[in-house]
């Protein structure tokens, strides 16, 4: 079950993650250095679900 809450958890942080990442495009001023570190925090988190489901149980 510990699995599955982790799994969870990173699935929320990706969407909160998610909706940062709109409101950031958003706004014409935006910073390209903070729109990559949002999408490579995504990335890092989507990762991370595809390993854990991976895993064995």
């Known amino acids: 079950m510990a ?3 982790r799994i969870a ?4 942080r990706h969407a909160k ?3 940062s ?6 706004h014409p001023s935006a910073h390209d250095s903070e729109i990559s570190a949002l ?4 990335l890092r988190i989507k990762e ?3 390993r854990l489901r991976r ?3």
């Open 21 to 26: 990442l709109s409101n950031v495009l958003a």
């Open 17 to 19: 993650l998610e909706q």
């Open 3 to 5: 699995l599955e809450a």
């Open 55 to 57: 895993e064995p149980a």
């Open 9 to 12: 958890e990173l699935n929320n």
């Open 39 to 42: 999408k490579r925090e995504k």
């Open 48 to 50: 991370e679900i595809e």
